[in-house]
């Protein structure tokens, strides 16, 4: 699976929108861009997931870039909830090899939430 | 609907004791992974589940885990014997069929080897 490039941390105020941006320069056309979050003491969880076109979920929205070398992560209203370590990962559909299936973390972004 | 399901979620344990883990995935998933972060480190994958085959071992550490995954249903994840640097947080998750499914993750077990 292709790497992806996330900021350390961001800071946000609550209430107010959030983008959480993505890297993945090498993506192949068969990789589609997951998001996933992991809240303090908890399991990641699922948030969002595309191919090419944006997404938007009850969760967050998520934008890819024309030639989706980037994607884009909106929460359109952050609450303390959404504090959380932001993961994004790309899975090839196409790779029945020996990784089939599993997610690749990285470091994610850490997203602080102000009151 | 239950979610995903790990026992215990705490474990301290001695250097060179075995302990095992469970995880009872979402009912009717018939994939169930198993991944861990060490401490500092990022969450690495362990080893996936298509009902009861080992579909993918490959992050398996060393041959003293052990996880099984009986009739298909609920998995478990041995350490014998537990080293140091084993300790960390053992993640289960599970999914259904098809690669891109969305994987459900348990809370986690928190193995602290002394």
């Known amino acids: 699976d292709a790497k992806t490039t996330q900021p350390n941390s961001m800071e946000s105020n609550e209430e107010e929108p959030v983008h959480l941006p993505c890297n993945h320069s090498?993506?192949?056309?068969?990789?589609?861009i997951h998001w996933y979050r992991q809240l303090p003491s908890q399991g990641p969880e699922y948030v969002i997931h595309?191919?090419?076109s944006n997404v938007n979920n009850r969760m967050a929205s998520l934008a890819i870039a024309e030639d989706r070398k980037s994607s884009t992560l909106i929460l359109h209203r952050a609450t303390l909830r959404d504090a959380a370590v932001y993961y994004c990962?790309?899975?090839?559909?196409?790779?029945?090899?020996?990784?089939?299936?599993?997610?690749?973390f990285g470091k994610g972004t850490k997203l602080s939430v102000k009151p | 609907e239950a979610g995903v399901t790990q026992f215990p979620s705490h474990s301290v344990i001695e250097k060179g004791q075995t302990v095992t883990l469970r995880c009872d995935p979402i009912?009717?998933?018939?994939?169930l992974y198993w991944y861990r972060r060490v401490m500092g480190k990022e969450i690495k994958f362990l080893l996936h589940?298509?009902?009861?085959?080992?579909?993918?071992e490959s992050g398996m550490p060393n041959n003293r885990f052990l996880a099984e995954r009986t009739g298909g249903t609920y998995s478990t994840l041995k350490v014998q014997p537990a080293e140091l640097e084993d300790s960390g947080v053992y993640f289960c998750?599970?999914?259904?069929?098809?690669?891109?499914?969305?994987?459900?993750f348990g809370p986690g077990t928190r193995l602290t080897v002394l």
């Open positions: 090498t993506i192949s056309g068969t990789d589609y």
């Open positions: 990962i790309l899975r090839d559909v196409m790779n029945y090899g020996g990784s089939q299936g599993n997610l690749i």
């Open positions: 589940f298509v009902k009861e085959s080992k579909q993918d």
């Open positions: 595309g191919l090419t």
């Open positions: 998750a599970s999914s259904q069929g098809g690669y891109v499914g969305t994987q459900y």
């Open positions: 009912s009717g998933h018939d994939n």
